[in-house]
């Protein structure tokens, strides 16, 4: 039976067996010795983003995974159900996980990479499974969660476990290397109004600049970078991630 790796180079759309909604993009160099999953924003370019990641693959001898997330999977018109992992029953992260067993990779840690909408899903997504991570790159996300064992999901953590059944992993996350990255341009608000909630602030800078504090108040190293000159622009900003990545790769 042909596999996912058995063909070098970019691959075609896969269904996802777990889910046939839900697909991915490949990218197989020619020894891949790493994983590195790439999660699209609101505009599901996940096509773009794997292609964005066939030099550093072949570099970096790193197999790049890159889910697609169709809009209205769940519910018509449905844009952010799997930016909070959870929505109308199905368990995005466990969607990925899966995805990840079906490729035969699943039980390896990999490096994860999300940019606005996927910047949402990277932290979460850290927060519940730190221990499948060998680092993680958050982008520019509109709306972050904060580790708060008083304010419910998705401004906090309060009901974490009884929403996914499992706690958030403070002690595992503290041995992730983590990167977070937004334009220094990015300031626009529309998209992103929070009317008479604690946000974490107005733009995607303050947001998370918020996240870090809070995730280093917990003991959480952060990686942090604000890029001159870029706005809300998820390609523009991974030659950082790729730097992030590449430092991590070259440590073991």
């Known amino acids: 039976m042909t596999t996912a790796l058995d063909s070098r ?3 075609p759309l ?10 991915y993009f490949l990218y197989v160099p020619a020894e891949p010795r790493h994983v590195v999953v790439v999660v699209h924003g609101t505009q599901r370019m996940a096509e773009r983003y794997r292609d964005a990641y066939r030099g550093f693959a072949e570099e970096h001898d790193c ?4 889910p697609l ?3 209205g999977a769940d519910e018509p018109g449905d844009l952010s159900g799997y930016k909070r992992l959870a929505f109308r029953g199905t368990r995005y992260d466990l969607v990925l996980l899966a995805m990840l067993e079906e490729i ?16 949402q899903f990277a932290h979460r997504f850290a927060l519940l499974h730190a221990e499948r991570l060998a680092s993680v790159s958050i982008g520019a996300p509109g709306r972050v969660t904060r580790i708060d064992p008083d304010t419910p999901w998705w401004l906090g953590t309060a009901d974490v476990l009884e929403r996914f059944g ?10 992730v ?11 626009e608000t529309r998209e992103i ?30 990686d942090f970078a604000v890029l001159p000159g870029i706005g809300h622009r998820g390609l523009q900003v991974q030659p950082e991630v790729h730097r992030f990545f590449a430092a991590r790769l070259r440590g073991g």
């Not at 290397?177 to 300031?187: F, L, N």
């Not at 109004?193 to 003991?219: K, Q, V, W, Y």
């Open 69 to 71: 997330f169709p809009a």
């Open 9 to 11: 180079g970019p691959s």
């Open 177 to 187: 290397p983590v990167q977070m990255v937004v334009g220094a341009a990015d300031t």
């Open 63 to 66: 197999l790049v995974v890159a």
């Open 104 to 119: 035969g990779v699943g039980g390896r840690r990999f490096h994860l990479h999300g940019f606005s909408g996927g910047g």
């Open 193 to 222: 109004a929070e009317p008479g909630l604690d946000a974490g602030g107005d733009t995607r800078i303050d947001r998370l600049r918020s996240l870090r504090a809070n995730f280093e108040a917990h003991g959480i190293g952060v």
């Open 14 to 23: 896969f269904a996802a067996q777990v889910d046939r909604r839900f697909s």
């Open 166 to 175: 499992r706690p958030v992993d403070v002690d595992g996350l503290r041995r």
